[in-house]
C-alpha cells in the first residue's frame, strides 16, 4: 500500500489472510454479532508492524466493527494521542477478551499520561501561584512607599481583582443558582455566610494591608505562610477535623517562627535597614493572615453552594467596598499618583487575582497539601523582589526564623492524618484501571 494507508486497504488485505474454518472456533470469545476473519493474532501483529502508529487509521478500522479490525485498531493507536474517555468506550463496546487485553495497555497508557499532565499542569499552577503571591507583597510595599495611605492602596488593589472576577462570576452563576440559596438559606447558613465575608473580605485585607504599612516587606512575605498554619489549627480546634502529630507541631512551628521573627529585639536590628520592620507591622498581618484561614475554614463549612469565582467576586468587591469607605472617612479622597497606577493595576489584576485563580486550580490536580507545599517558595519571590526592587536588606537574623517557617509548613502540609496531602479522587477505580498499578 503506497503512501498513507487507507482503511479500506487495510480491510482489503485483511480479507486476502481470512481462514473461515477459524470463525467458528472464535465465537465462544465474544465476537458474537460482529464480522469475524479468523485471521490469526499473529499476522494481525505482523500488519500493524507495516502500519506503524497511525490514531487516525485506528480510529476508522474501529469503525468497520470487526473482530480484527477493532484487535488491528488498539495494535496501531498512537497512546500519545488517545484520551482515557476514547480507551473508556472502545472496551465498553467490544467484549473480545482479545480486543480486551489488547486495549487496556493503552488505555493504562493513556491514562498514566493524562494524570501525569494534570500532575505537571498542577505543579506549574502551583508554582505561579506562589510567585504572584510573593510578588504581589512586593508590589503592595511599593504602593504603600509611595506615599499611598494603607486603605486607599487595599482599596484600588481589590478594585481591579475584582474587575476579573466579576465577569466571571456572571459567566459562571445562574439566576436559579442564586434564587435557590437565597430561598434555602436558613438563619445558621446566613450567619455563616455573613462571618465568612467579614473576615475574608473586610477583616483579613484590611488588616493585611494595616500591617503591610508598618513592617518590611520582607518580613510581610515571611509571614505569608501563617495562613496555612492557622488554617490547620483552626480546623483541628474549632472545626475537628483530623490533623495528626506532625500537622500539629508543624503548626506550632510555623507560629513559633513567625513570633521569633517579630521579637522585638530581631525586629529592631533588622529595622535600620529592612523598611522599618515593627513589631506592630508583624502582629498586623498575623491577624490578617488569621482572618483569611478563619474564611477557608468557614468556606468548608458553608460548602459549595455557589461557583467558587462568585464566591471570590463577593469577597473582593467586600474589601474594596469597605477599605474605600475608610480610606475616604480618613483621607477624604482615594486618588493615588499616576507613577503607581501601573503597579497597583498588576498588584490587583495580576497577581493578587491570579494567585487566587492559580491556587484554586492547583488544588483540584494535586490536592491542598502538595500546593499548600508549594505555595510555600512565595517567600523566595518575596525576598528577591523586595532586596530588588524595594532595596531591603536581608538580615541574617531573618534566616533562621525564616527557615523554621518553611520547615514546619513542610511538616503540616506533609501530615497523612490531615488527608492534604493527598489529590481528590473523583471518581473510583475500576478493576482496568487497578491493573495499571
Known amino acids: 500500500m503506497g503512501g498513507k494507508p487507507r482503511v479500506e486497504d487495510v480491510v482489503a488485505r485483511i480479507e486476502s489472510l481470512a481462514r473461515p474454518e477459524a470463525v467458528e472456533g472464535m465465537a465462544r470469545f465474544g465476537t458474537a454479532g460482529r464480522k469475524v476473519y479468523g485471521v490469526p493474532i499473529p499476522d494481525l501483529r505482523e500488519m500493524a508492524r507495516g502500519l506503524k502508529r497511525d490514531h487516525e487509521l485506528a480510529r476508522d478500522l474501529w469503525a468497520v466493527d470487526s473482530r480484527e479490525t477493532r484487535i488491528l485498531a488498539g495494535m496501531i493507536d498512537d497512546p500519545k494521542m488517545v484520551s482515557p474517555e476514547q480507551m473508556d468506550q472502545w472496551v465498553m463496546e467490544f467484549d473480545s477478551e482479545a480486543v480486551q487485553s489488547k486495549l487496556r495497555g493503552s488505555r493504562c497508557a493513556a491514562r498514566r499520561r493524562t494524570e501525569a499532565e494534570t500532575m505537571a499542569s498542577g505543579y506549574a499552577l502551583a508554582f505561579a501561584s506562589a510567585a504572584f503571591i510573593g510578588l504581589n507583597t512586593v508590589a503592595n510595599k511599593v504602593i504603600l512607599s509611595s506615599g499611598v495611605s494603607d486603605m486607599v492602596a487595599g482599596a484600588w488593589t481589590y478594585l481591579f481583582a475584582t474587575c476579573l472576577f466579576i465577569p466571571l462570576a456572571a459567566r459562571a452563576t445562574t439566576r436559579g443558582a442564586l434564587g435557590s440559596l437565597l430561598k434555602s438559606a436558613d438563619r445558621r447558613t446566613t450567619l455563616l455566610l455573613a462571618a465568612w465575608l467579614l473576615a475574608g473580605g473586610a477583616g483579613g485585607p484590611m488588616l493585611y494591608f494595616l500591617g503591610l504599612s508598618r513592617t518590611s516587606a520582607i518580613h510581610g512575605s515571611l509571614l505569608n505562610n501563617l495562613e496555612a498554619a492557622f488554617t490547620a489549627l483552626l480546623a483541628f480546634g474549632m472545626f475537628h477535623e483530623g490533623i495528626g502529630p506532625r500537622g500539629i507541631a508543624g503548626s506550632v512551628i510555623v507560629l513559633a517562627g513567625s513570633a521569633w521573627l517579630s521579637w522585638p529585639a530581631g525586629a529592631a536590628a533588622a529595622g535600620a535597614g529592612a523598611g522599618g520592620a515593627t513589631v506592630l507591622g508583624d502582629a498586623l498581618i498575623s491577624l490578617g493572615f488569621f482572618c483569611w484561614a478563619l474564611e477557608c475554614n468557614l468556606l468548608r463549612v458553608i460548602g459549595p453552594r455557589l461557583p467558587v469565582v ?110 492534604a496531602s493527598l489529590p481528590p479522587r473523583t471518581t473510583p477505580r475500576d478493576d482496568t484501571e487497578r491493573s495499571c498499578s
Request: no cysteine; aromatic share 4%.
Open 310 to 419: 462568585t464566591m471570590l467576586a463577593a469577597k473582593t468587591t467586600t474589601a474594596m467596598l469597605v477599605m474605600g469607605a475608610l480610606a475616604l472617612s480618613q483621607n477624604g479622597s482615594l486618588a493615588i499618583p499616576r507613577g503607581v497606577v501601573p503597579v497597583t493595576v498588576a498588584s490587583g489584576l495580576v497577581f493578587l487575582a491570579l494567585s487566587i485563580l492559580f491556587g484554586y486550580s492547583a488544588i483540584r490536580r494535586i490536592g491542598a497539601g502538595l500546593t499548600g507545599l508549594i505555595i510555600t517558595t512565595s517567600v523566595i519571590f518575596g525576598v528577591l523582589g523586595s532586596v530588588v526592587f524595594l532595596g531591603e536588606s536581608l538580615h541574617l537574623s531573618m534566616l533562621a526564623p525564616g527557615a523554621a517557617i518553611i520547615l514546619g509548613l513542610a511538616a503540616l502540609a506533609t501530615d497523612p492524618a490531615t488527608g
